[in-house]
């Protein structure tokens, strides 16, 4: 390197996309990452609707990614297509699961860009444990209140592939302490899972009478969580849940008919600059942990064909 070039070494999460619009009347920000195609920041006149997290750092907890062509946990990283056994790498060390698919440290590349939106795309190719083709896209697009995400897969191998996918917010209210928010997840039905492992047992429970019923809300300080939610209620086509603040505003995250399940995470560990702070993931799946040998919300995309589902954040203040 010449004597006169300065070194700048690359984020972690790679090139920044930030928009800057006024939409219906609102000053809006978002920056999303290069790697994961990961929402790193969201603001609404400068209220944060995400959690971020210093330009330095990986995402922590997977903050923001895109998880496809699986979200969440397959157990011990195996599964079976047509009598045929495949063996993903395990990604999850401590619980010998393979988790959150194969994009999560992948580079998306622009494909279009203008002043409220930007579109980025990632290819999964063929390899050991999943031997399938993939072009996949994420459009983010800045509306009133805060963000519409859309989903696109196509199938560009020969033969079927199966395919599920979830994102993975950190949702905030501002400046109000995480640990005081609310989290309400508008669903009945809790998806039971060993406690060592956290794969699904296969039993569905109702929510009534126990710790797991959110539809009133629970203090993020009280809410021991890594869990998920079936069956949410449809209103005018679509899922709403959240977190809420005690002054009564609340960031919201609604999703269409395609994602039809609900994990929750809570950490009091999310690092930022100066030490740790309480976050909860509120993450919209199109299946559930170990979908690939449960079949439970699997889509089987044949040769050629595409799936396409949509998600945002909005702030109600």
Do not use: K
């Not at 109702?206 to 449809?234: P, S």
Request: a negative charge.
């Amino acid at each position: 390197m010449p004597d006169d070039v300065t070194y700048v070494p690359r984020l972690p999460t790679g090139q920044q996309h930030e928009l800057v619009a006024e939409v219906d009347g609102r000053t809006q920000r978002m920056v999303i990452a290069e790697v994961g195609a990961a929402l790193r920041v969201l603001q609404v006149d400068g209220t944060d609707l995400v959690q971020s997290y210093p330009d330095e750092a990986r995402p922590p907890f997977c903050s923001g990614i895109v998880l496809a062509p699986w979200p969440n946990r397959i157990r011990d990283g195996i599964w079976e297509q047509d009598g045929v056994t495949h063996q993903l790498d395990i990604t999850e060390v401590d619980r010998e699961n393979a988790i959150h698919g194969l994009l999560q440290h992948s580079p998306y590349r622009l494909v279009d860009r203008d002043d409220v939106s930007v579109t980025l795309a990632a290819d999964v190719h063929p390899q050991h444990g999943y031997p399938f083709a993939l072009a996949t896209t994420v459009r983010y697009e800045l509306t009133g209140q805060g963000v519409r995400v859309t989903h696109g897969i196509r199938n560009v191998g020969s033969a079927d592939a199966p395919v599920a996918v979830g994102t993975h917010p950190f949702l905030r209210v501002g400046d109000v302490p995480t640990e005081d928010l609310e989290v309400v997840i508008d669903a009945p039905t809790h998806i039971e899972v060993d406690p060592v492992r956290l794969n699904p047992t296969g039993v569905q429970t109702a929510v009534e009478g126990t710790r797991f019923d959110l539809r009133q809300g629970v203090r993020v300080r009280d809410a021991q969580l890594d869990d998920a939610w079936a069956d949410a209620r449809v209103v005018d086509g679509v899922t709403r849940h959240g977190v809420q603040a005690p002054d009564g505003r609340r960031t919201e995250i609604w999703a269409d008919g395609e994602f039809t399940y609900w994990q929750v995470f809570v950490t009091p560990w999310y690092p930022v600059a100066d030490g740790h702070v309480w976050a909860v993931a509120v993450e919209p799946m199109t299946a559930p942990a170990d979908a690939f040998n449960s079949g439970d919300g699997l889509i089987t995309l044949a040769p050629g064909s595409e799936w396409s589902g949509t998600w945002g954040i909005d702030l109600h203040d």
